[in-house]
């Protein structure tokens, strides 16, 4: 009797919880979830939808400067390769920054970062392959270097940095770039045969050792123990891949432009100029000489590698010198993406590399098996305006062993018809792109036509310089 009694009385209890419940979910006092105008629920769509990168709302510049140092630690997420399992991958293009490199400048009068660019397996960070890459870039004599390319070193070796020289950071973040490309593309997606030819890809590189071993390191994981026959390493003398369409008069133009608008935005930043004053005091130097060795480039060295701020007799420069032109840097970069004058200059400095890409694409489109897998080793000056050209404005500064991606995808129910997408650092970045980031909502395809991505090339680039061709557009200037 006892028994039956408990059980009423806990069934009774349970009737009443799943009343209230259902009572505070009509009274909207508690969360459900939302249903669309069309009827789906949107947690029941399986359409895969990429993850805006969107900035914090307040700045924060030691958070930005980890960011940007990309020291190797866990895996990162990527959505690279992701699509309906009926579309075919056809063609990757890679177009990467070098990786964690010694600084261009000096500060006057303090002592260098001590920094080993000897590789050094045992030596953290590392890499599971490092060792078998020192040994392979040892016998690569048999590559195809372009020009001067044949005279630089194929890995860092220096126990004291040289000046913009590659870390060993630098090349295990490649390594591992090339590690989880292979993992999607050849793995996964069999992009490339185990019988690869040189026709099949594409490889170019500036004239710097640090973007030749970073495309070297990351070609290595890529394609592990590759034949050095194979490899075809074409040199780019122009930082923005411009190669035979540099002459540019606008572009240089709006590129000065953008330079004035910077000079005007750093003058105004008293807090700035006082901590100038203040380090410039501390190393026993004018602050113009302070200015124009561009210290952010060293301390951001010291900041990525662990290493103390340099000291003298007058005082050590601290994290609040750092923070304060750090967030600067932070501010310059948002006033750009306002102003303008920086997009313009991407899209004139940005079209001869983004015509190549393509043209190579309609290739591939077409059914040609050639340069399937494309890999451009450059800068962040080469990464940034590409991305300001393309309409992605929310994308933060290239960091170091940065990669931008176009996938190109054929649909297998329709063979003709071909999509892209486009991914930086592994996110889906193709409905941020000023030509596609409507396109989403009027298709369930979780790309972008090929068309949108080539009439954009082609003509819309143009429209803004009331022009037809890039070279109308060069010499005309902007509406």
């Known amino acids: 009797m006892l028994f039956r009694n408990r ?4 069934l009774a209890l349970a009737a009443l919880l799943a009343f209230l419940s259902l ?8 969360p459900i979830n939302p249903v669309r105008e069309d009827g789906l629920n949107p947690k029941s769509r399986k359409r895969i939808m990429p993850d805006l990168l969107t900035e914090p709302p307040a700045i924060d510049p030691v958070y930005e400067a980890q960011v940007y140092c990309n020291v ?9 390769g992701h ?10 293009q890679v177009l990467i920054r070098h990786g964690d490199r010694y600084p261009l400048y000096a500060i006057p009068k303090t002592k260098r970062p001590d920094i080993d660019c000897m590789l050094v397996p045992s030596r953290k960070p590392s890499h599971p392959q490092l060792e078998a890459f020192i040994k392979h870039m040892s016998k690569g004599s048999a590559a195809q270097m372009d020009g001067s390319l044949s005279s630089l070193p194929h890995f860092p070796s220096h126990s004291l940095c040289e000046m913009g020289e590659l870390t060993q950071t630098g090349v295990v973040q490649h390594l591992r770039n090339g590690q989880l490309l292979r993992e999607i593309y050849i793995n996964k997606h069999k992009l490339l045969p185990s019988d690869w030819t040189a026709k099949q890809l594409y ?28 490899i075809n390493m074409r040199h780019q003398w122009s930082t923005i891949f411009c190669s035979g369409s540099c002459d540019c008069p606008m572009r240089n133009h709006y590129l000065e432009e953008e330079q004035r608008r910077q000079y005007s935005l750093r003058v105004k930043n008293s807090n700035l100029e006082r901590i100038y004053v203040d380090m410039a005091k501390i190393v026993g130097i ?15 060295c010291y900041f990525c590698h662990n290493v103390s701020f340099p000291c003298t007799n007058a005082g050590c420069i601290g994290m609040e010198h750092f923070k304060v032109i750090k967030r600067h840097q932070l501010e310059d970069e948002r006033e750009r993406q306002e102003k303008k004058l920086y997009f313009l200059y991407a899209l004139l400095a940005t079209h001869p590399l983004l015509n190549q890409t393509v043209n190579r694409l309609q290739r591939i489109a077409e059914g040609k098996k050639e340069e399937v897998f494309v890999l451009y080793s450059a800068h962040d000056v080469t990464l940034s305006p590409v991305l300001s050209a393309l309409g992605i404005t929310e994308a933060r500064f290239p960091r170091f062993a940065a990669r931008l991606v176009f996938e190109l995808w054929q649909d297998g129910k329709r063979p003709k018809e071909h999509f892209i997408r486009i991914l930086y650092n592994g996110a889906d970045v193709t409905f941020q792109t000023s030509f596609c980031k409507d396109h989403y909502k009027r298709s369930s395809k979780p790309m972008c036509p090929l068309e949108k991505l080539v009439n954009f090339v082609k003509r819309d680039m143009f429209l803004i310089f ?5 070279y109308d557009a060069c010499r005309r200037r902007a509406l």
Not at 24 to 29: G, I, K, M, N, V
Not at 203 to 217: C, N
Not at 286 to 296: E, G, H, V, W
């Open 7 to 10: 059980f009423l009385f806990l």
């Open 23 to 30: 009572s505070l979910q009509f009274l909207h006092l508690i």
């Open 72 to 80: 190797p630690s866990i895996a990162e997420r990527s959505m690279e």
């Open 83 to 92: 699509a309906p399992h009926y579309f075919k991958l056809v063609s990757v």
């Open 203 to 230: 490889l170019e590189t500036t004239g710097k050792s640090r973007t030749l071993q970073s495309a070297l390191a990351l070609l290595y994981t890529f394609l592990p123990d590759f034949d050095w026959k194979k």
């Open 286 to 300: 004018p602050t113009r000489q302070l200015r124009a060795s561009n210290p952010i480039d060293s301390l951001l």
């Open 466 to 470: 009331n022009s037809t061709s890039y």
